[in-house]
């Protein structure tokens, strides 16, 4: 379960209104600009409590999305990029977040690096739709993830910071 | 050293060769395949000949179970997922000989997967739906397949999904008969369950939880019954300490005995519905834990979140206004014949008293379990019994054999 931080972000996240998936040719334009106001609200009100940790784009009729999301650990910056796509039955259920480069290097992960939600997020996601939105699936969904795996995969040395031309990210 | 030139001309010439040794291989696989194949079968026969691979399910039309067997070779099944549970039913209802297969799945067959039934290890990095068709086709090529290498809850995949499901029946451009959800997600699940919303199709579930050891069966008939969006996902309890389960580490345990058991109880209740035989289960469940089998029937949920439910529910309320069930009363004839004139009647050749006598006693049990036969008391004794009496009663021969050998 997501710890109080966690919680208290979320509890600033605008819930959304618009009942309506990507099928749904007339209300998804509405839900999908109720999606990227409370991302931009969330990602905000990151920058203003130092905490910021991902950024996310679509592509323009916002079945697809792809962005970078990174985690501080022991002072150090370890970086991933994710995707996914909003399935046909979003919001009922919420999208599967793949983080591909990790992909068969954690347990909890499905084929693809699909990032193991269905204990911790999935419950949650139900009885809150359709309230929640991508904001939430990233503040309840993939923080908590990336806050128990990496320091893991960090400690048993299978993810190792980048070096990129002569800087570390 | 090498010019660029002389490299050139030497990758050419491994090229030649290597199409050359591709050639061969292809030539000596289609022979083989042409010897192992045996030809297509125009119509199921009944003859009892150790070459028909149809007579032990033909024999169920003697037995009484299927009034009409060969109509398993009008339907067609779609089956979404094809791993440890899809895999499985694919094949049984291949080798049942079912009209035509319709299989979906993005996954490889992986070496991880080789805990569970049908892949075998060198279809390692092959597409799941195209290891499994090669596999089945070659156990049954009277079955004709269909295969979708893609994953059903995207925006594009899902118009096609619902294509096929619409217009991939035996005759193109009718819909398939049933759809089987043999898929492992929540996500999945739901796509599949609106898309048979949206149609009206006819579908059964199926699933193994995630600690392997409880399963379920659900068929879903769209406004009759409910629908997977209906109500939380149902779970068998196991029964086990919840604390115990969670597990570090390990998203998803699977066993290849639950998965067959549930694809075992999947295809039964397919072909009950698809041939007409038995009772049909709405729901059944399987606790491996305990061996427990639950089974009950739900409504259709009126404040259910998917609106193609909802309007499905309108649609059969209206059906079943239209037309009331009428009872079937079966009502068994007693045979009088015109005339009788010496006042023949039909006697058992043994009264009841004999009947009991050479019976024996029942053990008690629970209801729906019986004995196959009885040994009467006196026998059992066995001491004076003659051969010609053991004969004369109507035992299981597997009795008289006892029988002989105890003298």
């Known amino acids: ?169 | 050293m090498a010019t660029v030139e002389e490299l050139k001309l030497r990758v050419r010439e491994l090229e030649n060769e290597l199409i050359k040794c591709k050639q061969k291989q292809c030539a000596m696989e289609d022979a083989q395949s042409l010897e192992l194949h045996r030809p297509k079968i125009e119509k199921m026969s009944a003859e009892v000949v150790d070459s028909n691979p149809y007579s032990r399910l033909m024999a169920l039309k003697r037995m009484g179970i299927v009034d009409d067997y060969e109509k398993i070779r009008t339907f067609a099944v779609a089956v979404v997922g094809v791993g440890g549970v899809g895999s499985v039913t694919a094949e049984m209802l291949t080798r049942c000989g079912i009209g035509k297969l319709l299989l979906f799945d993005y996954d490889k067959v992986e070496l991880a997967n080789m805990n569970r039934l049908f892949f075998q290890p060198h279809q390692a990095g092959l597409s799941k739906v195209e290891a499994a068709e090669h596999t089945l086709r070659n156990i049954n090529p009277d079955v004709s397949f269909e295969t979708h290498n893609y994953n059903i809850t995207t925006m594009e995949n899902f118009t096609h999904f619902m294509d096929r499901i619409r217009h991939g029946g035996m005759e193109e451009g009718k819909p398939v008969d049933l759809v089987l959800s043999c898929v492992d997600n929540f996500e999945a699940r739901m796509a599949i369950n609106k898309a048979c919303n949206e149609l009206g199709q006819i579908w059964m579930e199926s699933g193994v939880s995630e600690n392997a050891v409880s399963g379920h069966i659900q068929l879903i008939i769209p406004g009759e019954t409910a629908c997977f969006a209906c109500a939380p996902p149902l779970v068998v309890a196991a029964n086990i300490d919840e604390k115990t389960l969670k597990r570090e580490g390990v998203c998803a345990a699977s066993l290849p005995t639950t998965m067959g058991v549930v694809a075992g109880i999947l295809v039964q209740n397919v072909l009950k519905y698809l041939l007409k035989f038995g009772t049909v289960s709405y729901y059944l469940g399987y606790n491996a834990m305990q061996d427990f089998f639950p089974t009950m029937a739900m409504k259709a949920n009126p404040q259910c979140n998917d609106r193609h439910c909802r309007e499905q529910q309108e649609e059969y309320k209206k059906r079943e206004a239209e037309c009331p069930k009428v009872e079937v009363v079966q009502e068994e004839e007693e045979v009088v014949h015109e005339d009788n004139e010496w006042g023949i009647e039909l006697v058992s050749e043994v009264t009841d008293a004999e009947l009991q006598a050479a019976t024996g006693d029942r053990p008690e049990l629970p209801e729906g379990i019986t004995v196959a036969y009885t040994i009467p008391a006196e026998v059992r004794v066995a001491q004076h019994i003659t051969a010609s009496q053991v004969l004369t009663s109507f035992y299981h021969r597997d009795l008289q054999m006892h029988l002989w050998f105890d003298k």
């Open chain 1, 1 to 169: 379960m997501a710890d109080e931080a966690t919680r208290k972000a979320v509890s600033q996240i605008p819930l959304l209104k618009t009942n309506a998936g990507p099928r749904d040719r007339t209300l998804w334009p509405q839900r999908l600009k109720e999606e990227y106001q409370a991302l931009i609200h969330f990602v905000e009100q990151n920058k203003a409590a130092d905490n910021d940790w991902f950024r996310l784009e679509s592509n323009p009729d916002g079945t697809r999305w792809t962005g970078t999301c990174w985690f501080i650990h022991e002072l150090l910056r370890y970086e991933f990029q994710i995707e996914f796509d909003i399935p046909v039955t979003y919001p009922d259920t919420a999208p599967e977040v793949a983080v591909p480069e990790l992909d068969g290097k954690t347990a909890k992960m499905y084929r693809g690096g699909k990032i193991c939600l269905t204990d911790h997020f999935a419950p949650l996601w139900a009885r809150n739709v359709p309230r929640f939105g991508l904001a939430h699936l990233m503040a309840l969904g993939l923080g908590p993830w990336l806050a128990v795996e990496i320091p893991d995969l960090i400690s048993k040395g299978i993810v190792q910071r980048e070096k990129r031309g002569n800087t570390y990210l």
